[in-house]
């Protein structure tokens, strides 16, 4: 079981604790059974959380033990970072412990030094200030999380969201992610700048709204040559009034939505079969694969190659998984494809 360590510092956030508490903690596995053991860690046995004190069960011996640290952010993200702490998370860097920070978290990280020389991001707000504070950090105030691979950080409190999912995703796969998504209750696709590997749920709609069935047939041909006067007949209403109401509903146009569902599409299948990238192009309904690629990158942040080597570890070809793959079933409602 991957074991995780939140760290409370004085003054912590509570919600940028209280987050992946909650997100981490009710993540699953297919056998039901827990994927993450979750740790408070404290310097001190109480915190100061601004409406309550906090009484963590672990000190900083926790984060030695941990296979990821979560730094969540402080009311006042100026204070002075306790040598202990410090010296306890550079610790844990040195054996490859992977390290996330939540909004202005990314404060406490860049304060270790281990973000020197990296992309970054943080509360849009706090950025100028992170940037002018430690100028050796490269801070990007437009995405929502920058992962670097062993360092992570997310913008504000939404955000926090899309990185507990992203790390999740990383760590048990599409499955495990869409299911946690479902749990949280993720909110509708954002159109903001992208951080490498952010992917798009599926917008959710309330059940029985009348985009519900379009959405599900759109999914289900989302492979096919489809215009929006096709999906405006398959809906029994002019073009017009299906873009207005369509918005209303989802917060993006039809063929926004028709583009990012092939790409949800197009994920599953680099994450879960060993296809030739043309192929998928094929399959998620690009017209060629140098289409395929553009949109590709520009929506995820990274190439499909680049997007099947994080998530699939640079799996060896096999030709019987293409045989046992050749069908994906559509990604799920609030699939973490997100």
Same mark, same amino acid.
């Given at each position: 079981?991957?074991?995780l360590?939140?760290l409370a510092l004085?003054?912590v956030i509570?919600?940028?604790l209280?987050s992946p508490?909650?997100?981490?903690?009710?993540?699953?596995?297919?056998?039901?059974?827990?994927?993450?053991?979750v740790?408070v860690?404290?310097?001190?046995?109480?915190?100061?959380?601004?409406a309550?004190t906090l009484?963590a069960?672990?000190?900083?011996?926790a984060?030695?033990?941990?296979?990821?640290?979560l730094?969540?952010?402080?009311?006042?993200?100026t204070?002075?970072?306790p040598?202990?702490?410090r010296?306890?998370?550079r610790?844990?860097?040195?054996?490859?412990t992977r390290?996330?920070?939540?909004?202005v978290?990314?404060?406490?990280l860049?304060?270790?030094g281990l973000l020197?020389?990296?992309?970054?991001?943080?509360?849009?707000a706090a950025a100028?200030a992170?940037?002018e504070?430690h100028p050796?950090?490269?801070v990007?105030?437009?995405?929502l999380y920058v992962d670097?691979?062993?360092f %992570? $950080?997310?913008?504000?409190?939404? &955000?926090a969201? +899309? *990185?507990c =999912?992203?790390? @999740?995703?990383?760590?048990? #796969?599409s499955?495990?992610a869409?299911?946690?998504a479902r749990l949280?209750v993720?909110p509708l696709e954002?159109e903001?700048?992208?951080a490498q590997f952010?992917v798009?749920p599926r917008?959710?709609?309330?059940?029985?709204a009348?985009?519900?069935?379009l %959405? $599900?047939?759109?999914?289900?041909h &989302?492979d096919q +040559? *489809?215009? =929006?006067?096709? @999906?405006?007949a398959?809906a #029994?209403t002019s073009?017009?009034?299906?873009n207005?109401r369509f918005r209303e509903?989802?917060?993006?146009?039809?063929?926004?939505w028709?583009?990012?569902?092939?790409i949800r599409?197009a994920?599953?299948?680099?994450?879960?079969?060993t296809?030739p990238?043309e192929?998928i192009?094929?399959?998620?309904?690009?017209?060629?694969p140098?289409?395929f690629r553009?949109?590709?990158?520009?929506v995820?942040g990274t190439?499909?190659?680049?997007y099947?080597?994080a998530f699939?570890g640079?799996t060896?070809?096999?030709?019987a998984?293409d045989t046992h793959?050749?069908?994906?079933p559509?990604?799920?409602?609030g699939?973490?494809a997100?």
């Amino acid at each position: 079981m991957h074991t995780l360590a939140v760290l409370a510092l004085d003054q912590v956030i509570p919600f940028d604790l209280a987050s992946p508490l909650e997100v981490f903690t009710r993540t699953r596995l297919p056998s039901t059974h827990p994927a993450y053991r979750v740790k408070v860690c404290a310097p001190t046995p109480e915190v100061n959380a601004g409406a309550f004190t906090l009484r963590a069960h672990h000190g900083l011996e926790a984060l030695a033990d941990a296979d990821t640290i979560l730094l969540p952010g402080q009311a006042d993200p100026t204070l002075p970072l306790p040598p202990a702490v410090r010296e306890a998370l550079r610790t844990a860097a040195a054996h490859g412990t992977r390290i996330a920070s939540f909004c202005v978290g990314a404060f406490v990280l860049a304060a270790t030094g281990l973000l020197d020389g990296r992309r970054a991001t943080t509360h849009w707000a706090a950025a100028a200030a992170l940037a002018e504070r430690h100028p050796a950090v490269t801070v990007d105030p437009d995405v929502l999380y920058v992962d670097e691979g062993q360092f %992570l $950080t997310s913008a504000g409190a939404a &955000a926090a969201l +899309d *990185l507990c =999912l992203h790390m @999740i995703r990383k760590d048990y #796969g599409s499955a495990v992610a869409a299911d946690a998504a479902r749990l949280s209750v993720m909110p509708l696709e954002r159109e903001g700048g992208q951080a490498q590997f952010i992917v798009h749920p599926r917008p959710p709609v309330p059940a029985g709204a009348m985009m519900e069935p379009l %959405l $599900t047939w759109l999914e289900e041909h &989302a492979d096919q +040559d *489809l215009t =929006l006067d096709d @999906i405006a007949a398959r809906a #029994g209403t002019s073009t017009r009034t299906l873009n207005r109401r369509f918005r209303e509903q989802t917060g993006t146009t039809p063929l926004q939505w028709l583009h990012r569902a092939r790409i949800r599409r197009a994920q599953y299948l680099l994450e879960n079969t060993t296809h030739p990238v043309e192929r998928i192009a094929h399959q998620a309904g690009f017209g060629s694969p140098t289409a395929f690629r553009d949109r590709f990158k520009r929506v995820v942040g990274t190439s499909p190659y680049a997007y099947r080597r994080a998530f699939q570890g640079g799996t060896p070809h096999d030709p019987a998984r293409d045989t046992h793959n050749a069908t994906p079933p559509p990604v799920p409602a609030g699939s973490a494809a997100h």
